[in-house]
């Protein structure tokens, strides 16, 4: 790490190695979230629709308060160990503890029992999940000035993250059941119990080697609650990115919640076959994403992947099915930007506030992007059941536990929209509002070489404090 407060911080190999393992922990539980929670719950326990809906709004209002509230708070602690490193290693083993309960619900027990499993588990294992990610990327910003060591780290974490992702569709397909009326959730729950155990102490890996610079803490004064809320919906930059990181986390929910649906009733091959399909190319693409900010910068290489992705997954409607294996790698190979790039422009966002407000405050704007993006996941897992039960999908439960593979057209269409045509215009739409980001060119440079002043000046009020 250099010294030199003028200087950008860096980081070698060996941190950011340890930097993308606790994203390979979160991943892989957020990965197995995402892809099973809507056919555990409607297809194998047969929650009706309107019950996935109403549990998805209340989640969502949750989801409204605990995110900034969460900045906020982390943004304005000061302890020994820092603002964020304490909420990320405390918070773990209940990260874990509430993700097994998920899969607990208890079989056969009617709609009305499911429904209170779901629900509860589900803001349980959000808050825990919400402190720690909240945590982990807001010392993004933090630990370096630097765009392109920002970028690198992210790209550890991405690649992590991919690969946890994958395990998070792999690991639940091997153990799912398949068919019969008196499915057996014991293997299933067992391997939720491994991941989350297994994830957990990756997350506190993290934190043993990652530290807070502490003049953000020592010598930053917090604003209070008024003022930290003027700054942040002020800011143009802001406001922007959330805006097209919405569409980006409704396009990957609903890809996600929609890939065993398309790989068992549309292409009707082997689910891993399917999801190499997608996360080849992903993975292939985060270390190209050096390649499109060298050339266009962070935001427009960002707005060039988007558009790639757009169009993998708008042309799932019209090709023919054989065809949408290579649909799918297309739209893995965009979907690199908004998975590497994303972070790192709402660090530039935070080194822009800071020149205004004085003060670093990521918790506050990645709380607040939550507070407006996570109502996408919702929508995502609501809307799922709503265009399938529209399209009259055959689930599991209504065929007598076992698989329908010849769904009606209607229904195939209904997979087609939900895994093609909604996260396509999503991020062809995400693309278009990038378009008025104002951080680039001179305006960059220059906010870049004022946030060095800025930190020297701290680091020398560090000095002076003893």
Excluded at 209 to 218: I, N, Q
Excluded at 406 to 427: D, H, T
Aim: charge should be positive; proline fraction near 5%.
């Amino acid at each position: 790490m250099s010294n030199n407060p003028f200087q950008p911080v860096t980081h070698g190999r060996g941190y950011k190695f340890i930097w993308g393992i606790a994203s390979f922990g979160t991943s892989i539980i957020a990965g197995i979230y995402g892809a099973l929670l809507p056919i555990f719950y409607q297809d194998y326990l047969g929650l009706s629709a309107r019950w996935i809906g109403i549990a998805s709004l209340i989640y969502a209002i949750w989801n409204a308060i605990n995110d900034p509230l969460f900045g906020y708070i982390t943004d304005n602690t000061r302890s020994k160990l820092g603002r964020r490193i304490p909420y990320m290693r405390f918070t773990a083993p209940f990260l874990a503890l509430t993700f097994i309960l998920v899969w607990f619900a208890p079989q056969k027990a009617g709609q009305s029992t499911i429904f209170w499993w779901m629900l509860i588990t589900m803001l349980l294992y959000d808050t825990a999940y919400t402190i720690i990610g909240l945590v982990y990327s807001s010392l993004l910003p933090e630990v370096t000035e630097s765009d392109s060591e920002r970028n690198d780290l992210q790209i550890s974490a991405s690649l992590f993250g991919l690969f946890g992702t994958l395990l998070g569709f792999v690991i639940p397909d091997l153990v799912r059941p398949k068919n019969g009326t008196d499915a057996n959730f014991l293997p299933l729950q067992t391997a939720m119990i491994v991941v989350a155990i297994v994830a957990a102490l990756l997350i506190i890996a993290t934190t043993l080697k990652v530290k807070e610079r502490p003049e953000f803490t020592r010598v930053d004064k917090p604003l209070g609650l008024r003022d930290s809320l003027k700054f942040t919906f002020s800011s143009k930059s802001f406001l922007i990115l959330v805006a097209a990181n919405f569409m980006s986390i409704l396009m990957s929910s609903l890809v996600t919640g929609a890939i065993y649906y398309l790989a068992d009733y549309v292409v009707k091959i082997n689910t891993m076959l399917l999801l190499a399909c997608l996360f080849v190319p992903l993975i292939i693409g985060v270390p190209c994403t050096k390649i499109f900010t060298k050339r266009f910068g962070i935001v427009g290489g960002h707005q060039i992947m988007l558009v790639i992705a757009a169009v993998g997954l708008l042309a799932i409607m019209v090709v023919p099915t054989a065809l949408i294996p290579i649909c799918l790698a297309l739209a893995g190979f965009g979907l690199a930007g908004p998975q590497t790039l994303t972070n790192v422009l709402f660090a530039q966002v935070a080194d822009e506030d800071e020149t205004k407000s004085g003060v670093r405050r990521e918790g506050a704007f990645f709380g607040v992007n939550a507070l407006i993006t996570k109502p996408a996941q919702s929508i995502a897992i609501a809307l799922s059941p709503f265009i399938l039960q529209a399209t009259e999908f055959v689930t599991r439960e209504q065929n007598g536990g076992n698989i329908f593979l010849n769904q009606p057209e209607n229904a195939i269409l209904g997979i087609k929209i939900i895994a093609g045509l909604v996260p396509g215009i999503a991020m062809a739409l995400g693309a278009i509002i990038l378009i008025w980001y104002p951080l680039r060119g001179n305006r960059l440079q220059q906010m870049q070489h004022q946030i060095l002043n800025i930190h020297a000046q701290k680091h020398e009020k560090l000095s002076h404090m003893g």
